[in-house]
C-alpha cells in the first residue's frame, strides 16, 4: 500500500502524476498582496485566481502574504508554516469525480497576535499594491440599522487607546496607512472580497469612520490615494471536514492538514479602480467592469438569500446539508418562487445576463451532493447575513407593492431557529455575535409574537410596516403550529 506525502515544497516533486502542483518557481514570487483571512473561501478565490496567473502565464509580481488577526487563525497560520504556504484545492465535480490542485500563491504568513509590527510594517512596504480582505459580513463593525461605525466595540476602544497595538483590521489599516503617508510611500487598494453589497464602498465607510476618530489627518490622505473596488466573489466553499482529508489521502496520497474543497463554479466581477496597479486576474476568467451592481444584487439576492432560505427550513427540519435540503421537492419548490416572484423583480437591468440560466444553476449547485456544505455553516453569524441577503428585498418589494410573503416566512423561520433546536427535538448552537438578543426575543416572541421584530440593529423600522408584520406573524403562527415542511407545502399551494 502506497503511504502519503506531507505537503511541503520539497515534496511538490514527488507528488503523484493526478495532482497539478506549481510549475513556476515559488522563490522568484514578488510579495504584492496583503490578504486579512485567509480562511477557506479566500484559498478556494483570490488566491486560486493569483496561482492561475503565476501558472498559465509566469506572472510573478502578486504574490499573497496571509495575515492572521485573531487568535483563532492561529491553527491556519501554523498549519501554512508547517507546509510552506501550500495547501491542496479539491473540486468536486457534479458526477462526483475530483480534482487536486496545490496552490502555491501564498508565500508568507504573518500571526498578528504574535508581531503586530511586522504586520503593519508589511502593510506599510512600497511593493505591496493590495490590502485584500476576507473579514465576514460581521466584520467591518457596522450597525445594521444606522450604518453607522460601532464605536462601542471593546476592542475598538482598545485600539484607539493604543495605536500600535492595534487588535482589529481597522487598527492596522490606519497605522500601515499613517506610515505610508509619513514615509512618502504613496497608497495602495484595499479590497474586500465579502460578501456584502458595495464591498468596497463598506470598507471604506468603515476605515473613514474608525480613522475620522482615531487619526483625523488621515482622511485626505486616504480620500486621494486610496481606492476601495466593489466585487462580486461567487463559489461554494464548504467547511473542511475529516472525510476530505481522507478522501485526499486515499485518492491523491496527499497528506495535507487543512485542504479546501469547493465546486467547479467561480466567478470574480471587480470593478476596475486600483490606485497602484493590479494583477492581470481577467487572463484568468475574472471580469473587470465599470458596475458592480447588478451582478451583486444577482448573486446576494439569489444565491446567498438562497442558501439562507435553504439554511433555515433545512435547520428546523433537521437537515445537515445544504443538498439534503435543495433536493426536498417541497423546498426547492419554494425556493424558486422566492427566487422568481420577490428576488427577480428587485434586480433591475441585467444587460446580457441570463437570469433564467442562472437560476437553474443555482438549484444545480446546491443540489451537488457531493460539495456537502453544512445548513450550520450557513445560519452561521445570520444577524450580519439576513439584512443584506433578504431584507433589502423585502425593502424593494414593499416600496413596489409587490410580493414578500416568502421572505416574511424565511423571518418568522429565523425566529424559530433562535428557539435552537429543530423539530426532532436535537439542540443545536446559536453561534453569533447578536446571539444574546436572538435567543431572548425568540423566547420573548412566544408571548409576544412581534417582539422578535423589534431588534433595531437588524430590522430597523420594518416592526413598523404592516404588511410585512401581517406576513410574518401569520407565518410564525404557522410555524409554531405545524411541521415546516406542511408549512412549507401551504405556502406554495397558496401563493402558486
Known amino acids: 500500500m502506497k503511504t502519503s506525502v506531507a505537503l511541503n515544497q520539497e515534496n511538490l516533486n514527488i507528488m503523484p502524476p493526478n495532482v497539478k502542483t506549481p510549475s513556476y518557481d515559488r522563490d522568484k514570487v514578488k510579495t504584492s498582496i496583503v490578504h486579512i483571512g485567509v480562511g477557506n473561501f479566500h484559498r478556494s478565490h483570490e488566491a486560486y485566481y493569483t496561482n492561475e496567473l503565476m501558472e498559465r502565464y509566469g506572472i510573478l509580481d502578486y504574490g499573497i502574504c496571509g495575515i492572521g488577526l485573531l487568535d483563532y487563525d492561529r491553527k491556519i497560520y501554523n498549519i501554512l508554516k508547517d507546509q510552506d504556504g501550500l495547501y491542496t484545492l479539491i473540486t468536486k465535480e457534479l458526477d462526483g469525480s475530483l480534482s487536486a490542485n496545490i496552490i502555491g500563491s501564498i508565500v508568507e504568513y504573518i500571526f498578528a497576535p504574535e508581531n503586530q509590527i511586522a504586520v503593519i510594517e508589511k502593510m506599510t512596504n512600497p511593493d505591496i499594491k493590495i490590502i485584500s480582505l476576507t473579514i465576514t459580513e460581521g466584520g467591518y463593525n457596522l450597525n445594521e440599522a444606522t450604518g453607522e461605525f460601532d464605536f462601542s466595540n471593546p476592542v475598538i476602544i482598545e485600539d484607539m487607546k493604543n495605536p500600535m497595538s492595534p487588535k482589529t483590521v481597522f487598527g492596522y489599516l490606519a497605522q500601515a496607512m499613517k506610515l505610508r503617508m509619513q514615509r512618502g510611500i504613496g497608497g495602495c487598494t484595499i479590497q474586500s472580497c465579502d460578501n456584502i453589497q458595495g464591498n468596497g464602498n463598506v470598507a471604506k465607510k468603515s476605515l473613514l469612520n474608525y480613522v475620522e476618530k482615531a487619526e483625523p489627518e488621515l482622511i485626505s490622505w486616504i480620500e486621494e490615494n486610496v481606492s476601495f473596488p466593489n466585487a462580486m466573489v461567487d463559489r461554494i466553499t464548504p467547511v473542511t471536514v475529516a472525510s476530505d482529508i481522507e478522501k485526499l489521502q486515499e485518492e491523491f496520497l496527499i497528506d495535507d492538514q487543512w485542504p479546501v474543497v469547493c465546486e467547479p463554479f467561480i466567478q470574480w466581477v471587480i470593478e476596475d479602480k486600483f490606485a497602484n496597479g493590479r494583477p492581470e486576474w481577467e487572463k484568468v476568467g475574472a471580469q473587470f467592469t465599470d458596475n458592480v451592481v447588478p451582478f ?58 441570463n437570469l433564467e440560466q442562472y437560476k437553474m444553476s443555482l438549484i444545480e449547485r446546491f443540489q451537488n451532493i457531493y460539495i456537502k456544505d453544512l445548513v450550520a455553516r450557513i445560519c452561521l453569524e445570520s444577524s450580519a447575513k439576513i439584512p443584506i441577503f433578504l431584507l433589502t428585498t423585502v425593502k424593494a418589494q414593499l416600496q413596489a407593492d409587490k410580493h414578500i410573503e416568502r421572505a416574511a416566512f424565511i423571518v418568522a423561520a429565523w425566529c424559530k431557529y433562535n428557539d435552537g433546536v429543530d423539530e426532532n427535538n436535537n439542540t443545536y448552537p446559536i453561534e453569533d455575535a447578536m446571539s444574546n438578543e436572538l435567543i431572548r426575543m425568540a423566547a420573548l416572541s412566544h408571548q409576544t409574537p412581534i417582539r422578535f421584530l423589534e431588534i433595531e440593529p437588524i430590522f430597523g423600522d420594518l416592526v413598523n410596516n404592516k404588511t410585512f408584520v401581517d406576513a410574518f406573524l401569520s407565518s410564525l403562527e404557522m410555524l409554531r403550529s405545524k411541521k415546516v415542511k406542511d408549512c412549507v407545502k401551504e405556502m406554495n399551494e397558496k401563493l402558486a
Open 296 to 353: 451583486e444584487n444577482m448573486k446576494l439576492r439569489l444565491l446567498n438569500a438562497g442558501h439562507t432560505v435553504l439554511g433555515m427550513l433545512g435547520a428546523l427540519h433537521g437537515y445537515k446539508t445544504i443538498d439534503e435540503a435543495a433536493r426536498d421537492q417541497d423546498f426547492s419548490t419554494f425556493l424558486r418562487a422566492f427566487m422568481d416572484q420577490e428576488a427577480t423583480p428587485t434586480l433591475g437591468n441585467l444587460g446580457d445576463i
